[in-house]
């Protein structure tokens, strides 16, 4: 895809984003849970045990949607259910070491596909996409920021 002079960052980026996005999704099956799942498993690895309508509203599914998928992934053994220390009547949903377990093996295989995508490249095109990440990594954190906000 060539950069067109006169069209915005944004939309220049969106969809080179939005393709390798659609790219790590087709690697999702049986043995890989799905982009919501393994959003759920990195929110609850990276931030602690949380509610379901947390996660919900972090990963933008329904509450009822997020319901059906924590009770998916604690049957699979990957989340569990836990008293909430703060609240009596609550339950907040923790992350098991199985289900870390799926998530590293699953980022070690996007990782791997990814790799093989830079074998494919020119050296050229690959030391310039890796001296972007730093730069992508604090537009990742902007949006973060915001979107907590």
């Known amino acids: 895809m060539q950069m067109v002079s006169g069209e915005s960052r944004g939309s220049q980026l969106l969809p080179v984003l939005a393709q390798l996005v659609r790219f790590l999704r087709q690697l999702e099956g049986p043995d890989n849970p ?8 990195r929110q609850l690895a990276d931030e602690g045990p949380g509610r379901v309508t947390d996660l919900a509203r972090v990963t933008r599914a329904s509450q009822p ?3 059906q ?3 998916r992934l604690e049957k699979s053994g990957l989340v569990r259910r836990v008293p909430d220390p703060t609240d009596g009547r609550g339950v907040l949903v923790e992350v098991t070491q199985e289900g870390r377990d799926l998530r590293t093996r699953t980022y070690t295989l996007y990782a791997a596909t990814l790799d093989g995508l830079f074998d494919e490249l020119d050296a050229a095109d690959s030391d310039a996409i890796l001296s972007a990440l730093p730069a ?14």
Do not use: C, I, N, Y
């Open 136 to 149: 992508l990594a604090r537009l990742a954190e902007a949006g973060e920021k915001k979107s907590r906000s």
């Open 34 to 41: 799905s982009s919501v799942a393994l959003s759920v498993l």
């Open 69 to 71: 998928l924590v009770g």
């Open 65 to 67: 949607g997020m319901t």
